[in-house]
């Protein structure tokens, strides 16, 4: 028989990157590199054209601002993420929705093996204060969107109380990437994946009418409270 595997449900945006010239995507390029290894802050325009080997008036022509810049930079990361995520469900092949949900807390261990320096998006969300930034849109909707698929999986899973489970979720799989890079905890994703499965392991299930026991060993009425 054969086990078709499981899918990403949530709509991804538009993730298409916009083209650019080969002088744009040098910009681009080291502006991805130097924002994530040495911080948003510190890095200049004049580090980001030397490093492209641009000039300043280059890399104003090809995206108008420093802002515009790290907005472009998070939407390639957040379209690198995603290119990671589908090579990782191809290997995994999940073929339910909680061996989706924790394919994707397995996949942040690997993710995080690459990313010695965290979550970019965590990053770059202490770094700019202000929330009309161009780039907050970006990182706030990369959140959204994890939220986002939990609940939908919870949701075909046949999960109860699905805002909740997915808020839980992601919680520990936004404190993982927090205590990796804050706290030096470098098992956090593994960590984050075994309190996950417990979670998905004990969460009642919706009831097929019978008033029995869920498949998860809880009675209907058992939902794990909030707080």
């Known amino acids: 028989m054969v086990v078709q595997q499981a899918r990403l449900l949530t709509d991804r945006g538009e993730l298409e990157a916009a083209r650019l010239t080969p002088a744009g995507e040098r910009i681009l390029t080291a502006a991805s590199t130097l924002f994530y290894e040495r911080g948003i802050r510190t890095v200049g325009v004049d580090a980001i054209a030397d490093a492209a080997e641009v000039t300043k008036k280059t890399l104003y022509d090809r995206f108008g601002s420093k802002d515009r810049l790290i907005a472009a930079y998070l939407e390639r990361r957040n379209r690198v993420w995603h290119a990671f995520l589908d090579d990782q469900l191809a290997t995994r092949q999940p073929s339910t929705p909680a061996d989706m949900i924790l394919a994707l807390f397995a996949a942040l261990t690997d993710w995080m093996a690459e990313s010695r320096r965290g979550c970019g998006f965590i990053n770059a969300s202490v770094e700019l204060a202000a929330p009309d930034h161009p780039a907050m849109p970006v990182i706030v909707a990369q959140k959204q969107w994890m939220r986002a698929e939990f609940a939908a999986q919870a949701s075909l899973g046949g999960f109860l109380e699905v805002e909740e489970l997915a808020d839980r979720l992601l919680l520990l799989h936004e404190g993982a990437l927090v205590c990796f890079r804050v706290a030096a905890m470098e098992h956090a994703p593994e960590v984050a994946h075994r309190a996950a ?31």
Not at 200 to 209: E, M, N
Not at 210 to 221: F, I, L, N, V
């Open 197 to 227: 499965a417990d979670l998905l392991a004990s969460w009642p299930l919706v009831s097929s009418g019978d008033g029995q026991a869920d498949e998860a060993g809880h009675d209907h009425g058992d939902v794990p409270e909030a707080g």
